[in-house]
């Protein structure tokens, strides 16, 4: 039997109440950003020194963006719909492809947040509070009957020989789906810029928290210049 895609994955970062983040490959490290850039000169590092950090925090401050293209990451990501919508709006230097409810039956897992907030303030400007208990309680109850109620139905239209296709119309925004996600080291930095960040909402921001991870373990002077420079993808 063909293995699922948990029982592959290696380095993951659990995510929400059933998501992950996980490193499936990756071909990237400060070397290659600086190598990119002294191919300039016709030279070439060996291993990082000192002044191979400068150039990684020249490259970050003046923004010159494409030495930081030639890494290569690959995540295996398990995230609720509305999350994968946010997502996948991200196109430059980014490739996805995902699990099919057209090809294959969708499991009945769905997110219920434990961070229930209100919002305060204008568009564009909210800011977020946690709900009194008893308030956040019915509404994981609400969320959750929503949810099993709709794949109940998804199941009984199966069951009466409807399509997959057509069945899955009526299952809600929390349901988990997985995709392949790869991107380079300058691409992510950009999600983060825009994920990794307080106006992102609450659960996409746990996303690119947990790929930034892997970012910093991988390119450890990148990552450390990107936070110095304020978090701008170069
Ligand atoms: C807090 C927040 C709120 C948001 N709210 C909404 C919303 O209400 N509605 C909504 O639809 N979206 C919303 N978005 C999504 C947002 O508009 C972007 O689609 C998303 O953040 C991807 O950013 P990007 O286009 O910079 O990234 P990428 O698609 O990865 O592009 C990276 C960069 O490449 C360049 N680029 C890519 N494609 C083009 C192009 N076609 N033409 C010119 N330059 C290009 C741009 O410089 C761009 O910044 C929101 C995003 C955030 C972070």
Not at 25 to 44: E, I
Not at 115 to 138: L, M, N
Not at 166 to 181: C, D, H, I
């Amino acid at each position: 039997m063909v293995a699922t895609i948990e029982e592959t994955a290696e380095n993951t970062v659990a995510v929400l109440d059933h998501g992950f983040v996980a490193l499936d490959g990756a071909l990237a490290s400060d070397l290659a950003v600086v190598n990119a850039a002294r191919v300039s000169f016709n030279a070439r590092s060996e291993e990082m020194s000192e002044r191979d950090e400068g150039l990684i925090r020249f490259l970050m401050r003046d923004r010159h963006g494409s030495p930081f293209e030639h890494g290569y990451f690959r995540f295996i990501v398990k995230a609720p719909i509305f999350v994968v919508r946010e997502h996948h709006r991200h196109r430059a230097g980014h490739s996805y492809n995902e699990w099919s409810g057209r090809y294959s039956k969708l499991e009945a897992e769905y997110y219920v947040p434990d961070y229930v907030r209100t919002q305060v303030g204008k568009p564009g400007a909210y800011s977020f509070e946690p709900v009194e208990p008893e308030v956040r309680e019915a509404a994981r109850e609400e969320l959750t009957a929503v949810a099993e109620q709709a794949f109940d139905a998804y199941e009984r239209m199966l069951e009466q020989g409807v399509a997959k296709e057509v069945a899955r119309m009526g299952l809600p925004l929390s349901l988990y789906t997985k995709y392949f996600w790869s991107c380079n080291p300058r691409s992510l930095m950009h999600f983060c810029s825009l994920r990794n960040s307080e106006q992102a909402q609450y659960e996409i921001r746990e996303y690119a928290r947990a790929a930034e991870a892997f970012l910093e373990r991988l390119m450890p002077v990148t990552h450390a210049a990107f936070v110095a420079g304020g978090r701008v993808a170069p």
